[in-house]
């Protein structure tokens, strides 16, 4: 029998959450808990860590786990590099379900770069007003740029101090649209946006709103995760894992 294991946090594995409950398979969601309040699912939920790639092969194998679709947000590359050793180790089968990268178009102003750290470098010397469109994980590197004074759009209110001097925090959950984004860079006075190249159109919206407004955008290239070829196939639609399930979508 199939029993699957949905790594979640993004909107496209709440879709999939949806259609597997619907088809009645049996599947379990699980979250790695960073949010306080997560979207509820209509699927039995875990919330936590495995214990690195061993901890995550035991529980694969403790729960007669068969499939795993990796629908984590494309930067967590550690759990998806955990899933594919996991996975490998266990025996059981692996499909990611990613949404596709942000491209740029006419009248963007893109600067590409390979990793937190060169977004860091490639903010300006002179004090700017920089909306940190990235989350609460990777802020400790631009305290080497403290003269900036950054905006944070954050899900859950901080749970300690922040490490940057100069913050304006904004409580939020997405999906957001372009005439509320151009009104937050407008009030806020942002010259930079410096986003992760996530995908996805629930936060597209800032990249539009910074095109309309002559904005700069530093962009995160999404890291690579490591796995044999044929071992993590990318499905881009709820169809296209339905039908690697063997299971037809409705």
Known sequence: MTRILLLG??????????????????????????????????????????????????????????????????????????????????????CAFERPAWQAGEGDHWLHVDSIDAAVDALPDTPARVFLAIGKQNLTQFTAKPQHHYLLRLVDEPDAPLPLPHTTVEIARGPFDVAGDSALMQRHAVTHVVAKNAGGAGAAAKLTAARSLNLPVIMIGRPEVPAPAGQRPIKGSVAEVMAWLSHPAD
């Open 9 to 94: 946090g993004t909107t496209e594995a709440s879709t999939l959450a949806k259609t597997l409950a619907e088809a009645g398979l049996d599947a379990v969601f699980s979250y790695a808990g960073r949010t306080a309040k997560p979207v509820s699912q209509p699927l039995p939920t875990r919330i936590g860590g495995f214990g690195g790639a061993e901890g995550l092969a035991a529980y694969l194998q403790a729960e007669n786990i068969t499939h795993v679709v990796d629908a984590t947000h494309p930067f967590a590359a550690q759990m998806s590099t955990n899933a594919v050793q996991a996975c490998a180790a266990a025996g059981v089968a692996l």
